[in-house]
């Protein structure tokens, strides 16, 4: 059963950085395809940024920029740094693989 477990959320004023970890319990990390994406409060969820076992990163125009997905395989970690951040980023943020959601970490962005 694959379990992923996502952490580094928090409150951070406008302009701030957080970095969050998603980390897998999963055999074969290293193949698979990771997302990051974030649900605002009433908002559907929406993709943030992907990265696949190559290394090729996509991103949402919204994190173009500002933000940076990276992965570990030796840790079967994945990572997302979140630089000059806005208050419109708050949500909660979820890395995704395959079909398995993590349980999320809240980011809220002060104004």
């Known amino acids: 059963q694959v379990q992923l477990v996502e952490s580094g959320g928090g409150l951070v004023q406008t302009g701030g950085s957080l970095r969050l970890s998603c980390a897998a319990a999963?055999?074969?990390?290293?193949?698979?395809?990771i997302g990051w994406y974030r649900q605002a409060p009433g908002k559907v969820r929406e993709l943030v940024a992907t990265?696949?076992?190559?290394?090729?990163?996509n991103y949402a125009d919204s994190a173009k920029g500002r933000f940076t997905i990276s992965r570990d395989n030796a840790k079967k970690t994945v990572y997302l740094q979140m630089n000059s951040l806005k208050p419109e980023d708050t949500a909660v943020y979820y890395c995704?693989?395959?079909?398995?959601w993590g349980q999320g970490t809240q980011v809220t962005v002060s104004s």
């Open positions: 990265i696949t076992s190559d290394g090729s990163t």
């Open positions: 995704k693989i395959g079909i398995v």
């Open positions: 999963l055999s074969a990390f290293g193949l698979r395809t």
